[in-house]
């Protein structure tokens, strides 16, 4: 069955520092897609990034890229240049194909920037 | 803004109720996912709609029933409510819900407590 995994229920990074959150997923559809998501304290869910598992590249968007290894089954987020208001909780989520389209979100990482 | 729109915003009822959370997708998603979020947990994902026929169902529990109309906008029903039944419920819709690529978009949430 499909999974995702997050094991960093809390991070801390110091603003204008780089900081990564693990997400590792398990799957046996070769064709799959994986998204990260950012919840804020308001509480709304903003899309934040794609790797659609036949990229060869790996996914970026301005300070989000994501580190894609395929074989490791891993998927982590990279925020560059981190700000204050990158603070909130991060999802992780993938996506099979093969019939059933569920999205699979993992429990999330909080994330809190010190100044 | 995601362009998914949700009401209401809050919502307070009693044990025994029932209630109706609605969602409206983006303009020209014919796909529409309704999650719930208790405090501090993951996202649940409950069912699924495209244009108007369920197509795939998760965690929900046999009193939440929905739907979705042919002007594409959705319904959450709960009903005999419980205190455990509090929690952030979410909208979320994509274009056609059947690609591996394809991003779900959030709406605001509709924040739900029983007492």
């Known amino acids: 069955a499909q999974k995702i995994t997050q094991t960093q229920p809390g991070m801390f990074v110091q603003e204008k520092e780089a900081v990564t959150l693990d997400c590792t997923y398990d799957t046996s559809d070769p064709s799959y897609g994986l998204f990260w998501y950012k919840q804020p304290s308001s509480g709304e869910m903003i899309f934040l990034i794609y790797q659609g598992s036949y990229d060869q590249q790996n996914a970026t968007e301005g300070r989000y890229s994501l580190n894609f290894q395929k074989a490791r089954k891993s998927a982590n987020l990279v925020i560059s240049a981190s700000q204050l208001g990158d603070s909130a909780m991060y999802f992780c989520a993938m996506r099979e194909g093969g019939g059933t389209y569920k999205y699979i979100f993992g429990t999330g990482t909080r994330l809190k920037v010190l100044a | 803004d995601s362009g998914v729109t949700q009401t209401p915003k809050h919502l307070i009822t009693a044990t025994g109720q029932r209630v109706t959370l609605r969602c409206s997708p983006r303009s020209g998603d014919l796909s529409v996912y309704w999650y719930q979020q208790s405090l501090d947990q993951g996202l649940q994902f409950l069912i699924q709609?495209?244009?108007?026929?369920?197509?795939a169902k998760g965690n929900i529990l046999e009193r939440f029933s929905a739907q979705q109309f042919p002007d594409l906008h959705s319904e959450l029903n709960l009903s005999s409510l419980e205190l455990g039944d509090s929690a952030l419920y979410f909208c979320?819709?994509?274009?056609?819900?059947?690609?591996?690529?394809?991003?779900?978009?959030f709406g605001p949430g509709t924040r739900l407590l029983v007492l």
């Open positions: 709609y495209y244009n108007g026929e369920e197509r």
């Open positions: 979320a819709s994509s274009t056609s819900g059947t690609g591996t690529q394809e991003t779900q978009y």
